[in-house]
């Protein structure tokens, strides 16, 4: 369900489901050098989460250039009863880049065209 890894100075979240433009992945980052804040499972009972899916519904919006009114925040199980808290970035979906692999030069012919 989840990817998870770190590529540089950055962490991520990926959400296996090709469900953004360009069939992308829901992805959320974090800078790897970031500590986090530890909070209690009493502090987290009070705030308000929400499911996969709308987790999904709000990356799709801000990955489709809508302004996210959202703070998101990853909760990782760090010992019994304490969890890691991070604030997030929302990766926008980026179309692919395409490269060509051959160009096409006037004036010469079919066989050195590539």
């Known amino acids: 369900m ?5 590529e540089g100075p950055v962490k991520y979240f990926a959400i296996n489901c ?7 992945n829901p992805t959320f980052t974090y800078k ?7 909070i209690t499972r009493k502090a987290f009972n009070k705030l308000n989460t929400i499911d996969l899916v709308s987790l999904i ?6 990955a489709e250039g809508k302004e996210s ?3 998101t925040i990853i909760f990782i199980s ?4 304490k969890y890691k808290t991070y604030r997030m970035n929302v ?5 692919p880049y395409v490269s060509e692999d051959y160009i096409t030069i006037k004036g010469a012919t ?3 065209k590539k």
């Open 32 to 38: 790897a050098s970031l500590q986090g804040k530890v």
């Open 110 to 112: 079919d066989s050195a």
């Open 18 to 24: 090709a469900c953004l433009k360009y069939g992308r």
């Open 78 to 81: 760090k010992e019994e009863g």
């Open 91 to 95: 990766l926008p979906a980026q179309k």
């Open 2 to 6: 989840w990817d998870i890894g770190t």
């Open 57 to 62: 519904k709000i990356a799709k919006q801000f």
């Open 69 to 71: 009114p959202y703070s």
